[in-house]
């Protein structure tokens, strides 16, 4: 299979990611919780994943939670659970190897995705690890370069918690509320379009804002 074909069934999973997490819940039952726990722990815990569904499949989990088959107070838990848990990873693998990617190519992670986090962390400071949380690809590594940059693991972990509860809360509770409602369950492929675009803006204007300097 080429990586054409893989980025189109990609860009499919997450446009339709409703109807898949639809389809795993009426198959597997409570062992979606297991399914959403890992990929939000992979996507916020790895660095060489920043690439997995994150704003889209919490709303579409909070979409399901909100049609009757999951629990909305469990499903929150598990997410939150996943998201704080995979920061504070990432961060440990910062203060442990994270100097050396700095020194060094390697073909498993971004240098210029990781590059351009560690300038948001340095302009951002501690408040960047909550930021972050709702700027695909720079959520990935934020954590990673603040544990680069030794933040306080105490401060780290505030950080953590609530950007983590901002952002699990947010989209979670809009998918519940707002999910099934039929113009956004007729439409849901626009608003996962929507989702991503608000997600990627910050990003666009801050690059924008760079080169208008240069």
């Known amino acids: 299979m080429d990586e054409i074909s893989l980025l189109e069934q990609g860009v499919s999973f997450v446009l339709h990611i409703d109807q898949h997490l639809f389809a795993l819940v ?15 722990f992979c996507e916020t815990g790895l660095v060489v994943t920043p690439f997995l569904p994150g704003d889209s499949l919490l709303f579409a989990a909070g979409t399901v939670a909100g049609a009757g088959h999951l629990s909305y107070p469990l499903c929150m ?6 998201a704080v848990l995979g920061d504070a990873v990432n961060y ?31 302009r951002h400071g501690g408040k960047a690890i909550i930021l972050a949380r709702f700027i695909p690809i720079v959520r990935t590594f934020a954590p ?3 544990g680069i940059a030794l933040m306080s693991p105490v401060k780290f972990l505030s950080f953590n918690i609530t950007g983590a509860i901002l952002w699990v809360a947010g989209l979670v509770s809009a998918g519940y509320f707002l999910g099934n409602i039929p113009v956004v369950k007729n439409n ?7 989702i991503i675009i608000v997600s990627v803006l910050p990003v666009v204007i801050e690059f924008i804002r760079a080169n208008l300097k240069k």
């Open 26 to 40: 009426a198959e597997y039952g409570a062992w979606l919780y297991a399914f959403l726990f890992l990929i939000v």
């Open 144 to 146: 990673f370069v603040a």
């Open 188 to 194: 849901f492929s626009v608003v996962i379009y929507g």
């Open 77 to 82: 838990a598990v997410l939150l659970g996943a």
């Open 92 to 122: 440990e693998i910062g203060r442990h190897v994270g100097p050396s990617i700095f020194s060094r190519e390697t073909r498993f992670l971004n240098k210029q995705h990781l590059l351009k986090a560690h300038a948001f962390y340095e």
